[in-house]
């Protein structure tokens, strides 16, 4: 049996929490070290919300979740680690004695470290084992946003930041490995640019958070989260691409528009002025209400993207395919109705009682009838040939009511076939309980010509011999509203 891995989160605030709640909900498990006392609390406040959104972004059931546990001690969170997560607060010397109590105990186990803007040589400094110790640095909310920074110094263990990049993988982020240390790394050198311009506007009188947020939000925002910046530009400069663009708009950036370089004073006038007016524009919601509205929106955003197999939803794909892996392979035992399917209930999946939505038991009787072409070799490359199974004809029993987070399994017998025809019967179960069954007749189809025609013989030598073996099974209650023979 696979032992699960374990990972140590030093420091439990908001990024901590997220690192431990990613890392809890891919199967992990995890001790969490932070000396607040409020710290099991807050914990328990982010893993609540990502509980509420992680899964929605994904297609195939997720591992189950790992064991929590605030430990008393570092030590004591380092007891049987594979990789450390630092996320204390952003203090050199805090770091550095966090990371010298730790490799006191593990010194060979990897470190990342949260940190925006120190450097991995700044945080090597005096290390023992300077060579484990790496910058991972995610973004807010840690268990949504796919992106960490990583970024290793000149005296870092190559084979160590190739492992926590796979590591990285594992939990469905995006590790972007940050070939040249600088300050802030790249991510927060924008951030901090657009930021201090912002600080501008506002001083001066020009726009309000709101308005700004708005500009934003409404505008180059959405661009940026499936484009990013440079390809983004190349789009605008029409069919000519980034050549133009450059020579277009190159000759602006001499022009005294931004005062990027150049920081206003940061008085107590500025942020009382900063911080009123972000008060009026979002005041009226708590923090963590803000947390759900923003969390619900990121889905919705990374679903679009998934769909289009597209920027972070590309991560997304390849994390599916990951937990797909990790799932047992369906056993041919010829002489019972093959479970072909594990689902789990996600939140889009639920509908305004509560219960998941008629669709979606449609859904997972697809998934589940999918592998069962894919045993018999009717597969997409099988399509993409120019022949496959059409459904003909659908009955769905309601038995029961599958609500969110239920697993179910996807178990199908095949009642009949012959060289055309296919007549399955699809049962979706909770434990021993039956949620639902779907019966269906397929045909097998010449897609150019458009109508049926008999199946590969490979694929027939796969099908026929396991319709005779099921032909011995017992004929369940609900089936027969199609004839009994095909």
């Known amino acids: 049996m696979t032992k699960t891995p374990k990972a140590a989160i030093i420091g439990g605030g908001v990024i901590g929490g997220g690192w431990a709640a990613r890392f809890l909900l891919n199967g992990w498990d995890v001790a969490v070290f932070d000396p607040d006392p409020e710290a099991g609390r807050k914990i328990a406040e982010v893993l609540a919300n990502a509980r509420a959104s992680l899964p929605a972004l994904a297609d195939v059931p997720m591992p189950p979740e790992g064991a929590l546990t605030m430990a008393a001690s570092i030590t004591e969170a380092l007891d049987g680690a594979s990789y450390v997560q630092e996320s204390v607060s952003e203090r050199l010397d805090l770091k550095h004695r966090v990371f010298a109590q730790i490799q006191q105990v593990a010194p060979g186990v990897p470190i990342g470290s949260s940190t925006s803007g120190f450097k991995p040589s700044e945080l090597q400094q005096g290390a023992a084992n300077p060579a484990t110790i790496f910058v991972a640095h995610p973004f807010n909310p840690v268990y949504l946003l796919p992106l960490a920074e990583v970024v290793p110094s000149a005296a870092s263990d190559p084979a160590v930041i190739e492992t926590a990049k796979e590591t990285l993988r594992g939990i469905g982020m995006f590790p972007l490995h940050v070939r040249k240390e600088i300050d802030a790394h790249i991510a927060d050198r924008f951030l901090e640019a657009v930021w201090r311009e912002a600080l501008w506007l506002v001083k001066d ?5 709101e308005e700004i947020d708005e500009a934003i939000r409404m505008g180059f925002g959405l661009r940026w989260g499936q484009m990013g910046l440079f390809e983004t530009y190349r789009v605008a400069g029409g069919e000519a691409g980034m050549k133009h663009f450059m020579a277009q708009f190159g000759p602006c950036l001499q022009w005294p528009w931004t005062k990027l370089t150049d920081v206003p004073e940061f008085t107590d006038e500025l942020v009382d002025l900063i911080a009123g007016q972000s008060d009026a524009q979002s005041g009226a919601y708590t923090i963590r209400e803000l947390e759900r509205i923003r969390d619900a929106n990121l889905v919705g955003f990374l679903r679009v993207l998934k769909d289009r197999n597209w920027g972070a939803g590309r991560v997304l794909k390849e994390q599916d395919k990951r937990l797909a892996a990790l799932m047992p392979a369906p056993v041919p035992e010829t ?18 009682n509560g219960h998941m939505t008629e669709s979606r038991y449609l859904f997972c009787a697809s998934e589940t009838t999918d592998n069962l072409l894919r045993l018999i070799g009717a597969d997409m490359d099988y399509v ?26 996807g178990s ?50 796969r099908l026929l011999p396991l319709a005779a073996a099921h032909a011995a099974l017992p004929r369940p209650d609900a089936a027969g509203r199609v004839g009994r023979k095909v």
């Open 205 to 209: 009188g020009v726009a309000t958070t």
């Open 335 to 352: 002489a019972a109705p093959l479970v072909m399917a594990r689902l789990q209930v996600l939140p889009g999946w639920i509908d305004y």
């Open 384 to 409: 993409a040939g120019g022949h496959s199974y059409y459904t003909a004809e659908t009955h769905i029993l309601h038995r029961g009511e599958a609500r969110l987070g239920d697993r179910l399994t």
């Open 412 to 461: 199908v017998q095949v009642l009949g076939a012959d060289e055309k025809r296919l007549h399955i019967f699809v049962t979706l179960a909770r434990g021993e309980e039956v949620v639902a069954t779907i019966e269906q007749m397929c045909l097998h189809v010449d897609m150019k010509a458009g109508k049926t025609c008999p199946g590969a013989p490979e694929v027939l030598a």
